[in-house]
Every structure is written in C-alpha cells, then in structure tokens.
C-alpha cells in the first residue's frame, strides 16, 4: 500500500495561489507516476497534471500556463503550485500515484476559489 496524504487546501480569491502538497509512505516513490486529479460538485474526476518519475509532465488545457507539477523524489513528495485561480478550478483536488495497474490516491484537500 501507498499512503498519500494532500495538504495546501483552503479558500482562495481569484487571482490569488495556493501550492498543494502529496506526501507519500513509499521508498520506491521515483518508480511511479505521481497525478493531481480534481472533481468538483455534479461533475466528472478529471485529471490536470502528470509527472513522470524523470520529470516529464503533461496538463489539462484548462490549467496550463497557470499550474505546475513538480516532484522532489528525495522527499517523496509531489507538488501543484496553482497561480491565477478562477472559480472554475474550485474542487476537491486528489493526489494519485500510478504504476501500471497499481493505483493509490489520497483523501483530496478542498480548494474554494471565491470571493
């Protein structure tokens, strides 16, 4: 099993950041694909960053040039500093990490966006 564990969470203006972070209880952390995936209230999870173990990343359109995904394997930890927030990206933000058909995700941290 693998323990991740969100936190960064909260309310937020618009415009305004937040920086969440994934704590996870693996020594083999760099050998997984880590993911922040979001849902929000009557709609579908829908994924919004990847990083690879050596660093590649992929977005969701929605996000890009506004979030990044980063990764410190040291630390086993995975990052999403979120800028230039709208209230669309309000949600439940969730921590995944993938390795073939192996699939762990964290409890989520809620992020409002909002006035």
């Known amino acids: 099993q693998v323990q991740l564990v969100e936190s960064g969470g909260g309310l937020v203006q618009p415009g305004g950041s937040l920086r969440l972070s994934c704590a996870a209880s693996?020594?083999?952390?760099?050998?997984?694909?880590m993911g922040w995936f979001r849902q929000a209230p009557g709609k579908q999870r829908e994924l919004v960053a990847t990083i690879t173990g050596d660093g590649n990343t992929n977005y969701a359109d929605s996000v890009k040039g506004r979030f990044t995904i980063s990764r410190n394997n040291a630390k086993s930890t995975v990052y999403l500093q979120m800028n230039s927030l709208k209230p669309e990206d309000t949600a439940v933000y969730y921590c995944?990490?993938?390795?073939?058909?192996?699939?762990?995700w964290g409890k989520g941290t809620l992020v409002t966006v909002s006035s």
């Open positions: 693996t020594s083999i952390f760099s050998i997984y694909t």
């Open positions: 995944n990490a993938g390795r073939r058909a192996m699939n762990f």
